[in-house]
């Protein structure tokens, strides 16, 4: 990352404004095959700048783990709010700062996130039971369902736990706390029994939280 970060500036100098880092490697829970997952916000983004952003990538160590976020300002400010609080919240900032950011989510924005991952689970889970019947897929969705798990405590307590260990011990909720569980054990070799059994709670899950939310 500090190799990273000096050969940044050195392309875009004063037109970074923010560089972070989210996902695992943010949180410190990363492995060695974890992606690097990068935010990079720039005073805007041409076509041109992306060009030239791919060329430094492909010259990095490691380059093929490194993914994540990019854009300008003007889109930053823009962006689907209740996106842009998981953006902003599960992001370490390493150069700038997303704290003026903060003043433009309300309760409602957070209400959307965890609406939004909810269905989209759902809808998901329910497809993939009925027609793929993948369970790399399923692990797959388990893996996203703690991101709602975490906006949902978030939005019930206030308190955003950012360790998804943390948050495991966190919640108050069994079934919240059953999902997590779930997607430390799940793997994508599991026979059509456990399949089914962790579609059902993950598609009861997302349907309790779709229409419970106030």
């Known amino acids: 990352m500090r190799l990273f970060q000096t050969k940044l500036v050195e392309l875009f100098a004063s037109r970074l404004k923010f560089l972070g880092i989210q996902g695992s490697c943010g949180r410190g829970e990363q492995t060695v095959t974890s992606d690097i997952d990068v935010v990079v916000i720039l005073d805007e983004v041409s076509f041109t700048d992306l060009q030239a952003y791919r060329k430094l990538l492909s010259l990095m160590e490691h380059s093929e783990q490194i993914c994540g976020f990019v854009a300008g300002e003007g889109e930053l400010r823009n962006w689907e709010k209740s996106d842009l609080l998981q953006l902003v919240l599960d992001t370490k900032p390493v150069i700038g ?48 369902a703690r991101f709602t798990v975490r906006m949902k405590h978030f939005l019930d307590t206030g308190n955003y736990i950012a360790s998804m260990r943390e948050l495991e011990a966190g919640v108050a909720a069994s079934d919240d706390r059953k999902i997590l569980q779930t997607a430390n054990v799940i793997d994508c070799d599991c026979n059509d029994e456990v399949f089914d059994e962790y579609s059902c709670v993950l598609l009861q899950w997302a349907s309790e939280v779709i229409q419970t939310l106030e």
Do not use: P, W
């Not at 003043?103 to 793929?132: E, P, W």
């Open 97 to 144: 700062s997303f704290e003026d950011l903060y003043m433009l989510f309300s309760d409602k924005d957070i209400q959307r996130a965890v609406l939004t991952g909810a269905c989209n689970l759902y809808h998901a889970c329910s497809h993939n039971y009925l027609h793929a019947r993948s369970s790399e897929v399923l692990m797959g969705l388990y893996k996203t």
